[in-house]
């Protein structure tokens, strides 16, 4: 069992900074792809970034890459987002998500994450 607890959403100004974290509790927080996604109201909710186990290899979606930047502490069972050059497009609720399956694919499939947090709000305004 994993249980994700995401912290730091709040308002921000077009082009300022957040860091969102996510603590996880459990000891397959190591060996766990985790997932940043975001859902905006009426829309679905949308991959953002991903990260191994190692912290070795990133994935981004396209509309964050250069901006936001994921990384982890093992040691800390945690997992960050800072998010750099914010936009109003990025206002969202930011879930965090782990991926626990034997299969730990670095992917952006919604489907493959089976802990999700319960979501921490971003509100960027212009």
């Known amino acids: 069992q994993v249980q994700l607890v995401e912290s730091g959403g709040g308002l921000a100004q077009a082009g300022g900074s957040l860091r969102l974290s996510c603590a996880a509790s459990?000891?397959?927080?190591?060996?766990?792809?985790m997932g940043w996604f975001r859902q905006a109201p009426g829309e679905e909710r949308e991959f953002v970034a991903a990260?191994?186990?190692?912290?070795?290899?990133?994935y981004y979606a396209d509309s964050v890459k250069g901006r936001f930047t994921i990384s982890r502490d093992n040691a800390k069972n945690t997992v960050y987002l800072q998010m750099n050059s914010l936009k109003p497009e990025d206002t969202a609720v930011y879930y965090c998500?782990?991926?626990?399956?034997?299969?730990?694919?670095?992917?952006?499939?919604?489907?493959?994450?089976?802990?999700w947090g319960q979501g921490t709000q971003v509100t960027v305004s212009s």
């Open positions: 998500a782990a991926q626990t399956g034997p299969a730990k694919i670095l992917s952006g499939l919604r489907q493959l994450y089976n802990y």
């Open positions: 459990g000891r397959t927080f190591s060996n766990a792809v």
């Open positions: 990260i191994t186990g190692g912290g070795g290899n990133t």
